[in-house]
């Protein structure tokens, strides 16, 4: 029987009680959407005999909440899902209990996010919800029992969203696996330019590649993203250059492995940044993403000169797992331990205050005392300011699900043992009385403040002030915790813009004209006076929908389309 994750998996894997060969197909439906122009409308609004009836099964009027679990790469896909739906029609809501379908994207990397995942299913089943399912859980393992029946969009399909969830709607199972290939080359995966909605309107976060080179014996993500493929660096210039147009002052650059970009195509992540740095307005800055240490040590000497660079964060996210030669070898991580420390040791060099963020794995097969003394000595030399420490898990399927396991309670003690270490030291505690200029994108998880970053993306809270979103303001630190300083605005200092046009606003669908732009938040999708509604051969205008109603309007020429069909 072939794996989950075979390439032989057919594009449209499952399809149940599919509809007669003479309805519409979902490519029909979205091209008769294509003069649709959803419109928000205020909640008191009255519809009057226009409103939709609730239990409607007509695909695009119903309302979608999206869940994203995962990393960066896994919310900008959640983001380009809810930018084709709302662009379609649909009804975005932040509300899961006021959405007629939930659309959950998943996560593999560990036990407990798949954990939540299955358990959202579970519950939107009990809610008698409809369900469509996306991210690499499905994708590397589509035929688990608990995702039975269920609609899946594969992790290189988001660009058919909208087919999957018009079938879903209907009560119908499609499952789109397949993989984006240019003959026998494979693709990054959807195109860039689809319609999305950032999370963060401040925030555009491109995906510049897709899977790895390695072959982690612990990771399960490899199984669902596959092997490297690069996007073109033409395509993502492109892409920063529209962000910038529609307001974004902040770029984060995502994939499994920022630092093997490019090697299936013949460039690499220095030529791409160096573009990118083109493109970016003054006072923008650019975030690039985790790389693993054997594709970044061939460009150390022009990493740093990018790090360096004023519109570039002088950070990296360099996951190291463990400090063990032996522990990395079985882990099949590719490099050894001084491998690493010549990354940190260069970078620290070349590049003043640079911040290094890592990842360490506590208790992974075979893993000694002796290993995990080797990994507490790394931190307690290098103090790493983020540090991402995790239990390890064996994920089903996995090389390192058969290896010989530690005790539950030894990696319990070991995780409990490292975070103290972590916890003891404050790395920010020299920078009280330092004076930043830091861009403010967020707001804070209590909304008690603006949550900005300096040049090495050190997190700076600020005074929570209309005026400072999306600027480079000058503060002076007076407060430092153990994730973050607080910065005190400089009186005779103005903020500066760094964006080249007014960030959309929250909800609002990038990558369509301004006319068109979509209120996809709690939004209901009215009727624009150009627009035309098909069914079989039969259109209806706006004139006909406002004369009987849009539910009479479409009643009748389903009912036409039925009997040209049966006479």
Same mark, same amino acid.
């Given at each position: 029987?072939?794996?989950?994750?075979?390439?032989?998996?057919?594009?449209?894997?499952?399809?149940?009680?599919?509809?007669?060969?003479?309805?519409? +197909? =979902?490519?029909?439906?979205?091209?008769?959407?294509? %003069?649709?122009?959803?419109?928000?409308?205020?909640?008191?609004?009255?519809?009057?005999?226009?409103?939709?009836?609730?239990?409607?099964?007509?695909?695009?009027?119903?309302?979608?909440?999206?869940?994203?679990?995962?990393?960066?790469?896994?919310?900008?896909?959640?983001?380009?899902?809810?930018?084709?739906?709302?662009?379609?029609?649909?009804?975005?809501?932040?509300?899961?209990?006021?959405?007629?379908?939930?659309?959950?994207?998943?996560?593999?990397?560990?036990?407990?996010?798949?954990?939540?995942?299955?358990?959202?299913?579970?519950?939107?089943? /009990? !809610?008698?919800?409809?369900?469509?399912?996306?991210?690499?859980?499905?994708?590397?393992?589509?035929?688990?029992?608990?995702?039975?029946?269920?609609?899946?969009?594969?992790?290189? !399909?988001?660009?058919?969203?909208?087919?999957?969830?018009?079938?879903?709607?209907?009560?119908? %199972?499609?499952?789109?696996?397949?993989?984006?290939?240019?003959?026998?080359?494979?693709?990054?995966?959807?195109?860039?330019?689809?319609?999305?909605?950032?999370?963060?309107?401040?925030?555009?976060?491109?995906?510049?590649?897709?899977?790895?080179?390695?072959?982690?014996?612990?990771?399960? +993500?490899?199984?669902?993203?596959?092997?490297?493929?690069?996007?073109?660096?033409?395509?993502? #210039?492109?892409?920063?250059?529209?962000?910038?147009?529609?307001?974004?002052?902040?770029?984060?650059?995502?994939?499994?492995? +920022?630092?093997?970009?490019?090697?299936?195509?013949?460039?690499?992540?220095?030529?791409?940044?160096?573009?990118?740095?083109? /493109?970016?307005?003054?006072?923008?800055?650019?975030?690039?993403?985790?790389?693993? =240490?054997?594709?970044?040590?061939?460009?150390?000497?022009?990493?740093?000169?990018?790090?360096?660079? =004023?519109?570039?964060?002088?950070?990296?996210?360099?996951?190291?797992?463990?400090?063990?030669?032996?522990?990395?070898?079985?882990?099949?991580?590719?490099?050894?331990?001084?491998?690493?420390?010549?990354?940190?040791?260069?970078?620290?060099?070349?590049?003043?205050?640079?911040?290094?963020?890592?990842?360490?794995?506590?208790?992974?097969?075979?893993? +000694?005392?002796?290993?995990?003394?080797?990994?507490?000595?790394?931190?307690?030399?290098?103090?790493?300011?983020?540090?991402?420490?995790?239990?390890?898990?064996?994920?089903?399927?996995?090389?390192?699900?058969?290896?010989?396991?530690?005790?539950?309670?030894?990696?319990?003690?070991?995780?409990?043992?490292?975070?103290?270490?972590?916890?003891?030291?404050?790395?920010?505690?020299?920078?009280?009385?330092?004076?930043?200029?830091?861009?403010?994108?967020?707001?804070?998880?209590?909304?008690?403040?603006?949550?900005?970053?300096?040049?090495?993306?050190?997190?700076?809270?600020?005074?929570?002030?209309?005026?400072?979103?999306?600027?480079?303001?000058?503060?002076?630190?007076? /407060?430092?915790?153990?994730?973050?300083?607080?910065?005190?605005?400089?009186?005779?200092?103005?903020?500066?813009?760094?964006?080249?046009?007014?960030?959309?606003?929250?909800?609002?669908? %990038?990558?369509?004209?301004?006319?068109?732009?979509?209120?996809?938040?709690?939004?209901?999708?009215? #009727?624009?006076?150009?627009?035309?509604?098909?069914?079989?051969?039969?259109?209806?205008?706006?004139?006909?929908?406002?004369?009987?109603?849009?539910?009479?309007?479409?009643?009748?020429?389903?009912?036409?389309?039925?009997?040209?069909?049966?006479?």
């Amino acid at each position: 029987m072939p794996s989950a994750c075979d390439s032989l998996i057919e594009d449209i894997e499952d399809i149940e009680d599919m509809v007669s060969f003479s309805d519409p +197909t =979902p490519h029909e439906r979205h091209s008769a959407r294509k %003069s649709i122009i959803p419109r928000s409308r205020k909640k008191k609004e009255l519809l009057s005999n226009e409103e939709l009836q609730a239990d409607s099964l007509i695909p695009g009027t119903q309302k979608i909440w999206v869940k994203t679990w995962g990393c960066s790469h896994n919310n900008s896909d959640g983001e380009y899902m809810a930018g084709q739906l709302a662009a379609s029609g649909y009804n975005m809501t932040d509300d899961p209990a006021d959405a007629d379908l939930w659309l959950l994207n998943s996560c593999t990397v560990k036990n407990p996010a798949e954990d939540h995942f299955r358990n959202s299913i579970k519950k939107a089943q /009990e !809610q008698q919800k409809k369900v469509v399912v996306a991210g690499c859980v499905p994708q590397a393992q589509p035929r688990m029992d608990y995702l039975k029946g269920l609609s899946i969009i594969g992790v290189q !399909q988001i660009d058919r969203v909208v087919e999957v969830v018009d079938e879903a709607v209907k009560g119908h %199972s499609v499952r789109l696996l397949g993989q984006k290939k240019d003959g026998s080359r494979r693709l990054g995966g959807a195109r860039l330019d689809l319609p999305k909605i950032r999370k963060n309107p401040l925030i555009e976060i491109i995906s510049i590649n897709t899977g790895c080179l390695n072959a982690c014996t612990y990771c399960k +993500t490899k199984h669902a993203r596959g092997d490297l493929a690069s996007y073109p660096v033409e395509e993502l #210039v492109e892409r920063a250059r529209q962000s910038f147009q529609e307001g974004v002052c902040e770029i984060w650059l995502t994939s499994e492995d +920022t630092g093997a970009y490019g090697r299936d195509i013949g460039t690499d992540l220095p030529t791409l940044l160096w573009r990118l740095v083109e /493109e970016i307005p003054e006072g923008a800055m650019l975030r690039l993403g985790m790389t693993n =240490p054997p594709y970044i040590l061939e460009h150390l000497a022009e990493m740093a000169k990018i790090l360096n660079h =004023p519109r570039v964060y002088a950070f990296l996210h360099v996951p190291v797992q463990s400090a063990s030669d032996s522990v990395l070898m079985d882990m099949k991580r590719e490099y050894c331990i001084d491998d690493f420390k010549r990354v940190v040791d260069f970078l620290k060099e070349r590049v003043p205050g640079v911040t290094i963020a890592t990842d360490i794995i506590c208790g992974f097969p075979g893993e +000694t005392d002796e290993d995990f003394q080797e990994t507490i000595d790394l931190v307690k030399c290098y103090r790493f300011p983020s540090l991402f420490i995790n239990q390890f898990y064996p994920r089903p399927g996995t090389p390192a699900a058969k290896m010989e396991q530690v005790p539950a309670h030894v990696k319990k003690q070991r995780t409990k043992e490292l975070s103290q270490l972590f916890q003891s030291y404050h790395p920010y505690s020299h920078k009280v009385g330092e004076r930043q200029h830091v861009l403010v994108t967020e707001e804070s998880f209590d909304a008690q403040y603006y949550v900005a970053h300096n040049k090495f993306y050190e997190q700076v809270l600020v005074p929570k002030r209309a005026e400072f979103k999306g600027k480079m303001i000058e503060v002076d630190i007076y /407060e430092a915790g153990k994730h973050f300083m607080k910065g005190r605005p400089v009186e005779d200092s103005k903020p500066f813009t760094p964006s080249i046009a007014a960030p959309l606003q929250k909800g609002e669908v %990038s990558g369509l004209m301004k006319e068109h732009a979509v209120n996809g938040v709690q939004g209901s999708a009215s #009727v624009p006076s150009s627009s035309t509604f098909l069914v079989g051969s039969y259109s209806l205008d706006r004139e006909m929908m406002k004369t009987i109603g849009i539910g009479l309007a479409l009643a009748a020429a389903i009912l036409a389309f039925i009997v040209e069909k049966l006479y």
